[in-house]
């Protein structure tokens, strides 16, 4: 293990981290978490919108988790008050109307999925807010006021209005108003630490300036770097389709992970894992596998990473290179008598639609079990121990693990 | 008497307009006043930060008296809320920020001018609101919409704010808000029609368009011209000294007017009277006293314009050129004992500060009456008779009126 590892406040202010600012001789996230003689309060913004957490999400929760452990506070800030606006003008996708009840839906999904990495288990290290709280009585003279703390030239230097307005893409004045409501959020929940994505830098310091206008904290800005997709290329995103869902079953999450291009790999390992990166094997396709097994036992278990692999790996042998997705499971004891022939298991499972597309696929080559080709129509299995823990193929892109 | 007189759709939308919008065939005040079977409600927005009228105010409020006479509904706005505000950055002299108490005394102050041209005596033809009234209760959501209904561009692309975006001069956020609370107003009070000097067209602009987002009236613009003031340059204000203030006393009002240049007549003949210019005099010198006796006349009475232009007279014969300013008075039944000595009136009405000023002034020819120099030390008046009406001068600038 390494000093780094040992030393809690450089595990918070370096490992992971892209920018934390500001960061001079006479002001540091280094010096503030030593001589503070209190909990930290650390600031997250949940958007309810988009519920669907994957690993590129577990990037800063994973920050946060770690500030849990050091003995802060993680205040989440689920933005529900502008989720229940979404974008007047209708031009944002980004930016839907939502009901108050899909708010609360969307939360409790997110919070399902969040509590894999936070600790929600600890009262006193966790605090939840509803923006709605304080936005949904705030008055025109507050929003003046909030308003007045910016010039126009500020606002459009922000990276995006700055090409918005370059390319001449209309920019909706509300647009204006939402970096200051999550600074005017800072405010409110006196944070001392905001957490983002790189992506955050300009919202987090209108926190900052905002906050440094009353007594109270000024948070620092603690940016986690975005997480290259499976891709290798782009940022990891539900759209782009080169995430890991954090609920993904075991093994498309292991088959997923265990073809992270190479250059990817370390910073994988520090993003997402607590293995000491001077500790990897030497072997790129060992790596690949000790991060897919690390992963996927951080959201799962230990026991059903190893059954992943040995289930990845009678896949692969089948000569399948397809992206796996989520496999299915059925439960073979379902079926009523032993011994039941392969062709009726396939109908029986749904993976052919009839007995006779069963048989024409056997007879074609394109029915595996365990990666192994059977082309016998009579093949039949005697009990139900034959096949569970098996995998199940039918051509390239139909799986089913029996169990 | 020309037909633009006795026509009252023409005297409302052609005499002292700069400009009505829209204005198309489809699409017209004219065809709006002549086919309507209701008043009309006639927005005009009041600040109440400056409640010092002068005639430069006059030219819309005389366009509102005009709709109030043909029956239609002058609806005056006091913008209490945001005068209530101020400037939060403080840098804008003219948005100073002001307590209830001030607003309503400065409403009061405006109220008691207006009246000299508004008629506030018909129930029916005028109602006072105050803006707070709607947008101290304006929540968040609403200020989203608002602000959404605009882009950065079409904001910047207003006259004064592209003039200090292409000079780096700052532009605060909140001063896009204040075009959209001035619209925000039209939709509240249902105005068919808002008043304002050429400045306003943005503004005015803004609240036709958040009008048409939903049912009920679309108002029109029209904008009269800006007064150009006693200098024949500049648009006539308090602070360029180059106004005539409306609850000025008559010497004063008839003076200043008496002198306004003659390429200047004839508009002010329009934008301030009722005086068909046809009839005008076609000597320029009787052209300002007619302009200055008609004007004086309104704001006071024909008895007391009159008066006006008797003082004048008197004291343009006494050679002085400087400008009058207001005169005060002194009641000459005040003095005790007749004969009164000139010494001792010099130095009872306050003119001198002593006896011996006095008589020094008068002996080095410093004290006229009625632009007759007097230097004669003993003279003196048998009775009140004999000095009220006059005016009394000591050097250029000190005048008393004796009454």
Redesign the interface.
């Known amino acids: 293990m390494s000093d780094r590892i040992l030393d809690p406040i450089k595990l918070l202010t370096e490992k992971g981290v892209a920018e934390i600012f500001p960061n001079s001789p006479t002001e540091s996230l280094q010096a503030r978490l030593s001589t503070s003689d209190r909990s930290l309060r650390i600031k997250l913004g949940i958007d309810p919108t988009r519920p669907d957490l994957h690993l590129g999400h577990a990037v800063v929760l994973r920050k946060m988790r770690q500030f849990q452990d050091a003995g802060h506070i993680a205040v989440l800030i689920i933005g529900d008050?502008t989720a229940q606006?979404g974008?007047?003008?209708g031009k944002s996708e980004a930016r839907p109307r939502l009901t108050s009840e899909e708010v609360a839906y969307n939360a409790k999904t997110y919070f399902e999925q969040a509590r894999k990495i936070l600790d929600f288990d600890t009262p006193e290290k966790l605090e939840l807010r509803y923006n709605s709280e304080w936005?949904?009585?705030?008055?025109?003279?507050v929003?003046?006021?909030l308003?007045?703390?910016?010039?126009?030239?500020q606002?459009?230097a922000k990276e995006d209005?700055s090409e918005r307005?370059g390319q001449?893409t209309?920019?909706?004045?509300?647009e204006?108003?939402y970096p200051?409501?999550q600074g005017y959020d800072s405010i409110i929940i006196d944070s001392d630490v905001e957490l983002g994505g790189t992506e955050q830098k300009f919202n987090i310091l209108v926190g900052r300036d905002l906050q440094t206008r009353r007594s109270g904290s000024v948070q620092f800005g603690l940016l986690v770097p975005l997480l290259v997709g499976l891709d290798g290329v782009q940022k990891m995103s539900k759209s782009l389709d080169n995430y890991v869902g954090l609920t993904e079953d075991p093994l498309s999450m292991y088959s997923k992970l265990e073809k992270v291009p190479d250059a990817l790999v370390p910073r994988y390992f520090e993003l997402l894992t607590d293995v000491d990166l001077a500790t990897l094997p030497t072997n790129p396709r060992e790596r690949q596998k000790l991060l897919a097994l690390t992963i996927t036992s951080q959201y799962h278990s230990p026991e059903a990473a190893q059954q992943a692999q040995q289930d990845a790996e009678k896949i692969v042998l089948s000569g399948n290179t397809t992206d796996l997705g989520q496999i299915p499971e059925f439960a073979v004891d379902s079926i009523a008598k032993f011994p039941v022939p392969l062709a009726y298991l396939l109908k029986a499972s749904g993976m052919c639609s009839s007995n006779n597309e069963a048989k024409s696929q056997i007879t074609n080559g394109g029915v595996r079990l365990d990666g192994e080709k059977i082309q016998d129509v009579d093949r039949a299995f005697a009990s139900a121990v034959e096949l569970a823990g098996k995998v199940l193929q039918v051509g390239k892109k139909k799986f089913l693990r029996l169990v």
């Open positions: 008050f606006i974008d007047p003008t936005l949904g009585t705030l008055d025109l003279q929003i003046i006021s308003l007045s703390s910016m010039t126009v030239g606002m459009l209005f307005y001449g209309p920019i909706y004045l509300h204006f108003l200051l409501m």
